[in-house]
């Protein structure tokens, strides 16, 4: 990485060594400092699509590179009041930062590497207590940092579902919360405690779709990222396969639960879009987050100037994983936009996903006035949020064009579908998407969720929507539409081998299906639409089987149709037998009689 016509300050000598005047290392450091907080600052002004973002990131890389091997090869002197003064806050706020950049950082490459180290920064800060004293400064200002650095924090835990170190942050931030309102008594306190309730809001949410171990009433764990590859890169001929590589998810369920500007729906989704690390890469990242401590603690060893910015810059044309927008409640021409960009972005070798999340929107339907084939499509679809800079009272909608205008409608994807495209959409009115039109060649697929649910079933689309829980941890759906709020660890973890074991087998039913549509047979050729695909089958085949879902609408559907055959062949209603029996749930379920019974294991 290179940082055009910065200042290049003068080699660091060792620590304990220093010859450089002490005046000379606090000016330097200022310079740094400043240099540091402009481009930082910088960063809320970068493009949000496009590429033009990452040669700027990677110089604000390097000056904190520079800055952090810095404080720490010539603390001693810092720390002088004579000279500069350095506080364990002002530390504090620098490993913060960088903790901040790589979080950033993972958001604009999807990368999980970059997840994990903005995770060992902000641990480091929390075991290290850099911010322990920021009250006793009596200082609004530091007390506001150290508020923000937890609510960051708590985020990227959440991410990596680092359940235990959440339930610890959590009460240290209501802590801390209660303490700056108490010290300052400031206007901004109640913000503050809507943050911790959205928080602790979203986790509950999170709970309520989680079965506990029966003896230590925790959480069971689930499998949140993928973990079942098979697809090799390349065709026998040597074409190269599909692989999605751009991906929009939205969320716009008005009563959804949400943290800041991430939906219950859009926390699932995006999990379900990155990969699991390998264990040799757990292992190295933890070998790493080991050094990256004792960086932190000063230590001198292995004094690596390209810590921070060395990771960032190898990786930098990597992509494992989809490239990811998140967009809460966006208008139409928002979406729009993002839409476009990802397509400019994709070949015909790349596909892109759209996920919609949202309430159903759609016209009233009168008798009198049939739909001719152009507003066939135009007639509802998913809603769009308002955007009130642009709405004049002054103008005048009628109340039943309402939902047309602030709506996203099936044929708005149309000129998209140019290029390979995957849709889900869950939503009341989703079967509005399934009457596709078939313009052009390449291949798109949607997915829809079911429109209702039977009385029996709670709804949960305010803790997150049911058919896209059987899309991210088809095991936490199934608990769920069994009624299983508890489970030993056995049975849970046998419940998780054997769904794993009836998506392979649905992915083999897939492979020898000579009648499969063109469509799935080309996405699913990457790992992550596979995965989706093998998903749906199960959840329409679990669903048809419980006794409780009756109705049309009860079930989910795709386009272009899904052979009903997969869904229902020997193979996989012998394994879903297996499957409620270890869950001690058979009496809700309704088979076939010519499937033969799987005695409980």
């Known amino acids: 990485m290179t940082d055009h016509g910065h200042y290049d300050p003068a080699p660091v000598s060792a ?13 330097e450091f200022r310079y740094l400092l400043e240099k540091s ?30 800055l952090w091997k810095f404080q720490q090869q010539h603390r001693h002197v810092l ?11 002002d530390i504090g706020e620098v490993a913060s930062k960088i903790g901040q950049l790589y979080y950033h950082y993972y958001l604009r490459t999807s990368e999980t590497n970059y997840l994990q180290e903005s995770y060992v920064f902000y641990d480091a800060v929390r075991a290290r207590q850099y911010f322990k004293d920021v009250l006793e400064a009596e200082s609004p200002a530091l007390a506001i940092k150290k508020l923000r650095y937890y609510a960051r924090f708590i985020v990227v835990c959440l991410f990596l579902n680092k359940n235990d170190t959440i339930k610890k942050l959590v009460e240290e931030f209501a802590t801390l919360i209660d303490e700056y309102a108490k010290a300052f008594n400031p206007p901004d306190a109640a913000e503050w405690n809507v943050v911790l309730s959205e928080i602790s809001t979203f986790l509950e949410a999170q709970k309520k779709t989680t079965p506990v171990d029966r003896e230590g009433q925790q959480p069971l764990s689930v499998p949140s990222r993928l973990h079942n590859e098979r697809t090799p890169r390349f065709a026998q001929d040597g074409t ?15 009563n959804q639960i949400r943290f800041s500007e991430l939906t219950l729906d859009m926390y699932r989704l995006l999990q379900s879009l990155e990969r699991e690390p390998a264990l040799a890469e757990a292992a190295k990242q933890e070998e790493g987050a080991g050094e990256k401590k004792q960086e932190m603690n000063g230590d001198k060893g292995g004094n690596d100037d390209t810590a921070v910015a060395g990771g960032a810059e190898k990786s930098a044309t990597r992509r494992t994983n989809p490239h ?28 892109m996903l759209l996920y919609l999340s949202a309430d159903g929107a759609k016209k009233p339907v009168k008798a009198d006035q049939p739909e001719s084939s152009l507003t066939a499509g135009y007639s509802g679809g998913v809603a769009t949020a308002v955007n009130l800079n642009f709405t004049r009272k002054t103008d005048k909608v009628e109340p039943s064009n309402a939902p047309l205008t602030h709506c996203l409608h099936p044929c708005d994807l149309l000129p998209w579908t140019r290029k390979p495209m995957f849709v889900i959409v869950e939503s009341t009115n989703s079967v509005a998407f399934r009457e596709f039109p078939k313009v052009f060649a390449q291949t798109t697929v949607i997915l829809m969720s079911p429109t209702e649910y039977p009385a029996s079933i709670r709804d949960n689309t305010q803790i997150g929507s049911l058919f896209t829980l059987f899309l991210h941890a088809p095991v936490k759906a199934f608990a769920f539409i069994s009624n299983v ?7 849970w973890d046998k419940c998780i081998s054997l769904i ?17 549509d063109f469509a799935y047979k ?5 790992d992550f639409l596979r995965q989706f695909l093998m998903r749906y089958v199960f959840c329409d085949a679990i669903l048809h089987a419980h006794t409780g879902f009756k109705d049309s609408q009860h079930f989910p559907s795709a386009f272009p149709p899904m052979l009903p055959t997969i869904a229902s062949t020997p193979e996989i209603t012998s394994k879903l037998q297996e499957l409620t029996n270890v869950a001690g749930v058979d009496k809700l379920y309704n088979f076939p009689a010519e499937a033969p019974k799987t005695p409980a294991t």
């Open 15 to 27: 620590v304990g060594s220093d010859t450089r005047d002490p005046n000379d290392i606090a000016q």
């Open 37 to 66: 907080h402009q481009l930082f600052a910088g960063l809320k002004d970068l493009p949000p699509t496009g590429r033009n973002w990452q040669s700027y990131f990677h110089r604000t890389f390097e000056v904190y590179t520079k």
């Open 79 to 89: 720390e002088n009041k004579d000279y500069y003064g350095l506080k364990r806050w």
């Open 240 to 254: 190269p396969r599909l692989m999605l590589q751009e991906a929009i998810l939205v969320g716009n369920y008005q």
């Open 324 to 351: 990811k927008y998140l967009l809460y409640r966006p208008t139409f021409a928002q979406l729009m936009h993002y839409i476009a960009t990802a397509f400019k972005d994709i070949n015909e070798n790349s596909a």
């Open 485 to 491: 709020t508890e489970a030993d660890k056995e049975t």
């Open 500 to 516: 794993t074991d009836i998506e392979n087998t649905i992915a083999d039913l897939f492979e020898k299906e000579e009648r499969l």
């Open 522 to 526: 080309r996405f699913l050729q990457d």
